[in-house]
């Protein structure tokens, strides 16, 4: 139903509007983030279009790192995304409303999955709201307890997942 491959040039004010849709003010990521994300690292966003219309129904995005904890930098600073780090460490779920409880955001994960796997990396590494931990466990990630991140002024749990 969904093509999924990475970003292209021109679709990171897209991503960014659609992310301002699907998390509120204090934990969406910034324009300005959002294009250096897009920059540094395209081959780590994912995106799902629609064939119907081609606009993009959702995406998964994150950098690459040789760190193993997840750390509130990895958000603002995309300097951080090293191309050959062992590790992604996952910025955002997205998946547009009217896209939403028809599978899209568990395909999207295991199609992020199998791609990261086979560009050889380890681990995948996420935080996320305590209502969101069981979604994410049945995608397959565990969860690891509180995190030390405090993005957004929330509470957060980092959960990981090995490739």
Known sequence: MFEFRSI???EGPETSRIENIC??????CSYRHMMERVEAAPDLFLVAVDPSNGRIA????????????FRDEFFTDASL???????????????LPEYRRQGLA???VACY?????????KRLVL??????????????FRDLGLSASVWGGEQWHEMDRML
Not at 81 to 95: A, F, K, Y
Not at 127 to 140: A, D, I, P
Request: charged letters at 30%; glycine letters at 12%.
């Open 23 to 28: 998390f509120p003010p204090n934990e969406a």
């Open 127 to 140: 935080t996320c709201l305590e209502e969101k931990v069981e979604m994410y466990r049945k995608f397959g």
């Open 8 to 10: 292209l040039p021109g």
């Open 81 to 95: 995304h090293d191309p050959s780090g062992e590790n992604v460490m996952l910025l955002g779920l997205d998946v």
């Open 58 to 69: 959702g995406f998964l995005n994150g950098i690459a790192t040789n760190e193993t904890c």
């Open 113 to 121: 999955c199998r791609r990261e796997r086979e560009n050889g990396r």
């Open 106 to 108: 568990r395909e999207l």
